[in-house]
């Protein structure tokens, strides 16, 4: 009976992945055409070239996993041999690499704007949340010792020479990000015009053909100056962290972060600036920065010589974009980020840990104050004069209504799955997702549109979110799992913690889940602002929001070590609500709602609310009564 329900299992897979998934993908990709105002591609030729190249791909992958692995390419009944041979010796996961590069070919052979740019992005984070949030962890659980380097990868973190392949793979990954990423932006955001024009002091040094190509061999020859891999492997790290900076700032803010782009692609005049080749090679001021820095660690006796000419090319890039000083700034700002990435993550790690153990309480009488309170109820307030900012004086006390009713229900989910003897009032965020569906009958029945609120909510929950993360750093709840490395984990020594109290993992080393959320909660919420601003349906900026949330969360609870959490067929219970929650957002993003016409005014209504909503989220989240065993009475 068990063989035959594990044969069912691996058909009922099967089905989901090969049938149901792409043709839901499909489904998806012609219900937002119409939402997705972006150009399409379309090209038949090379869309057939690119899919048929990602097929053959996952059809090699496919069959690697059977002949050497004895298995089947099925994560969820995984072959029981580790794999080296065929694609995976070059790659990492190269049957989500394939795909990838099927739904791209797939995009552009059918010409849709909302399948490329809507659909492949958003299954790529799927994949990617995937690896990291199941397979990843399952793949170090089973195979401890192998060594799983791969052909095409960073070399490891040691002070051996590195070899020419090594050279040549991270210089072609580092490549393989920006051009493509940097042409794309050129293509969909490059006529953008710069924020602000500053009159640049100095002129054009030398031709733009002289200032790009040593720019170009600068950058370059990098890889093969590098005397060990660990060097090799930093400045791949980097420039790779930088242009993925660089790039989010140019799509979302294309007046600020988008202005590396060379004058040719403004109509620059003169021979140079017609040549074809010369926009898809645009180098932006940070790599050469990147690269400078490189050369002067690795060549010490000539630190100097090679930092001032790589600031020189850097002002010379600059002089030849149409706004320089923005061109110039942004990439110090982007520079100052990637070299700083191991300081940066230290000081957010250390800054964690002495929230996590800063927990105060105050006792009146039967009514005990706690400090994390301060933190919602904080974030509460700014986000609700946000919101009132966005949609209006006119439904602030919408928004009070609508948050009322969110924290009740995430309250009452809590105590379904979490409530005990030692959680008589916790609070779970898929309850208030659940409570939307009820406060959105209550603010109809006000005579609001709820569509409104639902928006704005969409845009701010992310940031309120992030701040309530420090509410759970300091309560101990959405802890983390033991992790090896002191450079990651954060220790918890407070006897009021849940870690401490309820988890005994009192001094361990976990993994700052908390910390992990804020960060990607961080930049989720600028991507949904710029859904805003663009004007995007609110049902789709709500869809967008579950379906980004609900990816990140997905990754975030493979590392989560809460003990009364409950696990079904091999994923954590808020992995399957994650999942749900980016299923309804596919089903959100395809609603049409008619976006009306806002003239938000701030008023002191929106203030109060905003007092109003901070003060009950305080009262609910930081104030209990440690004297009584009432349910919903005691918060630890």
């Not at 969409?458 to 709840?477: A, E, H, T």
């Not at 009021?496 to 959320?517: D, E, F, W």
């Amino acid at each position: 009976m068990k063989a035959k329900r594990h044969q069912t299992g691996k058909w009922l897979y099967g089905i989901l992945f090969v049938i149901i998934l792409p043709a839901l993908l499909l489904a998806w990709s012609y219900g937002t055409e119409a939402i997705v105002g972006l150009p399409p591609i379309r090209d038949p030729g090379w869309g057939a070239g690119i899919g048929g190249a990602g097929l053959l791909l996952m059809l090699w992958g496919m069959y690697a996993l059977w002949k050497y692995g004895r298995g089947l390419p099925m994560n969820a009944f995984p072959p029981p041999l580790y794999v080296r041979r065929g694609p995976y010796r070059w790659l990492r996961h190269p049957i989500y690499w394939g795909f990838g590069l099927f739904l791209a070919g797939a995009s552009i052979f059918l010409g849709s704007a909302s399948a490329l740019w809507l659909v492949m992005p958003v299954a790529i984070l799927g994949m990617a949340a995937l690896v990291w949030g199941y397979e990843r962890p399952d793949l170090e659980q089973r195979f401890p010792e192998i060594d799983k380097q791969v052909w095409i990868g960073l070399p490891e973190n040691s002070d051996e020479p590195p070899g020419w392949h090594q050279r040549l793979v991270v210089l072609f990954l580092v490549t393989a990000l920006w051009l493509p990423g940097a042409n794309v932006y050129n293509f969909l955001l490059g006529d953008t015009a710069p924020a602000a024009q500053w009159p640049w002091p100095m002129g054009p040094a030398a031709g733009p053909a002289l200032v790009f190509g040593i720019s170009w061999a600068f950058f370059l020859l990098v890889p093969f100056a590098v005397t060990s891999r660990r060097e090799l492997r930093r400045w791949g790290i980097a420039s790779l962290a930088g242009g993925t900076l660089a790039l989010y700032a140019a799509f979302l803010w294309p007046a600020v972060g988008g202005q590396f782009l060379p004058a040719a692609a403004y109509g620059g005049e003169g021979l140079f600036w017609n040549i074809p080749v010369f926009e898809f090679l645009a180098l932006p001021a940070f790599m050469v920065l990147l690269a400078a820095q490189a050369y002067a660690r690795c060549r010490s006796r000539l630190g100097i010589l090679v930092s001032a000419a790589g600031i020189a090319l850097a002002v010379g890039l600059a002089a030849y974009s149409e706004a320089p000083w923005l061109h110039l700034l942004s990439s110090l700002a982007v520079f100052g980020f990637a070299v700083n990435l191991r300081c940066i993550w230290a000081a957010l790690r250390r800054a964690a840990e002495w929230v996590a153990n800063s927990w105060k309480e105050w006792v009146f009488g039967p009514v005990r104050v706690i400090n994390h309170g301060f933190y919602v109820g904080a974030g509460a307030l700014i986000g609700t004069l946000i919101i009132g900012g966005l949609a209006g004086e006119a439904y602030a006390w919408a928004v009070v209504l609508f948050a009322f009713v969110s924290i009740i229900f995430s309250a009452l989910w809590a105590q379904l799955i979490e409530g005990s003897e030692k959680l008589k009032r916790p609070y779970g965020y898929y309850g208030a997702l659940v409570g939307i569906l009820f406060s959105s009958l209550a603010v109809r029945a006000a005579g609001y549109d709820v569509w409104v609120v639902i928006g704005a909510f969409s845009v701010v929950m992310p940031w309120v979110q992030g701040v309530g993360r420090l509410r759970c750093l300091v309560n101990g709840c959405c802890h983390g799992a033991p992790v090896e490395s002191e450079k990651i984990g954060i220790r918890y020594f407070h006897p009021r913690s849940r870690v401490c109290g309820i988890s005994n993992m009192k001094g361990q080393n976990l993994h700052p889940t908390q910390l992990y959320a804020i960060i990607w909660l961080f930049f989720i919420g600028f991507i949904q602002l710029v859904f805003w601003q663009w004007g995007l349906s609110f049902s789709f900026i709500f869809g967008m929001y579950l379906i980004l949330t609900g990816l990140g969360r997905f990754v975030e609870e493979a590392y989560r070590g809460e003990v009364q959490t409950p696990v079904r067929y091999g994923l954590r219970l808020y992995q399957w609500t994650a999942i749900a929650s980016v299923l309804a957002g596919m089903v959100f993003t395809v609603i049409p709602v008619a976006r009306p016409i806002l003239a938000p005014a701030f008023g002191w209504n929106i203030v109060w609310a905003a007092l109003v909503i901070g003060a009950f989220t305080f009262f609910a989240m930081g104030v209990d009564f440690p004297r009584s065993n009432v349910r919903f009475s005691r918060l630890v």
